[in-house]
């Protein structure tokens, strides 16, 4: 029933920064755990980070090996919005991106994931 909503995506060269965007609507935001997730062509779909619900008493983030210290996932429940903060940007990182949900933990692998957004691409090249 949470519907959610990437932006933010775009061309990006190597180095650079760029910040993405998931609207969530349908439900209140600080009732889902949200992750980012990304998928390259020819690939899987693979985690990237994700964020508990604000409240949580867990872990608040976890990241994947290969963007910790360059990705940060942040939330503003106010606005409904999950953020992806993405520094120090290579081209290995080109792929659609995907917020995702899910109500009791933060999803890790796509049989987690109870709602999907519709993918915003991102794309690092000189």
């Known amino acids: 029933q949470v519907q959610l909503v990437e932006s933010g995506g775009g061309l990006v060269q190597p180095g650079g920064s760029l910040r993405l965007s998931c609207a969530v609507s349908?439900?209140?935001?600080?009732?889902?755990?949200i992750s980012w997730f990304r998928q390259a062509p020819g690939k899987e779909r693979e985690f990237v980070a994700g964020l508990s619900r604000s409240s949580w008493s867990g872990s608040s983030a976890v990241y994947a090996d290969d963007v910790k210290g360059r990705f940060t996932i942040s939330r503003d429940d106010a606005k409904s919005t999950v953020y992806l903060q993405m520094n120090s940007l290579k081209p290995e990182d080109t792929a659609v991106y995907y917020c995702a949900a899910h109500p009791s933990a933060i999803p890790r692998t796509e049989a987690d994931v109870t709602s999907w957004g519709q993918g915003t691409q991102v794309t690092v090249s000189s």
């Open positions: 349908g439900r209140p935001a600080n009732t889902y755990h």
